[in-house]
């Protein structure tokens, strides 16, 4: 159980974090790229927090720790079903919209 209870804070946290990748993206978009614009500098301070936040590789090594623990039971493994997928995919959703976000980010504030 203790995996389920895993995925379901991981899936909450992920699509929290998803979400929050392209809020600077916005408040570059709304504060229309102009050096001197609040938005932009906002932005630039939220896009610290996509970048340094580990959150995808703590939640993949605690699903990954329960799913294995618990995987010897049958009865686990009944109740787990094809939900441990997730596990591996949220660590791909977020590199891609980590990628994307990034991208965006460089595009729009005209860096390298």
């Known amino acids: 159980m203790k995996t389920l209870k895993a995925l379901k804070i991981t899936s909450i946290l992920q699509i929290i974090y998803c979400v929050y990748c392209f809020v600077p993206i916005i408040c570059l978009l709304i504060g229309g790229g102009s050096p001197v614009s609040l938005l932009t500098d906002i932005s630039i301070l939220l896009f610290y927090f996509v970048v340094i936040n580990p959150i995808a590789i703590i939640c993949?090594?605690?699903?990954?720790?329960?799913?294995?623990?618990e995987r010897k039971n049958p009865e686990q493994r009944r109740l787990i079903g094809k939900k441990w997928i997730w596990i591996f995919i949220w660590p791909i959703i977020t590199t891609i919209l980590y990628i994307t976000s990034g991208g965006l980010f460089a595009h729009l504030t005209g860096g390298v």
């Open 60 to 69: 993949f090594i605690i699903c990954l720790s329960y799913f294995l623990s």
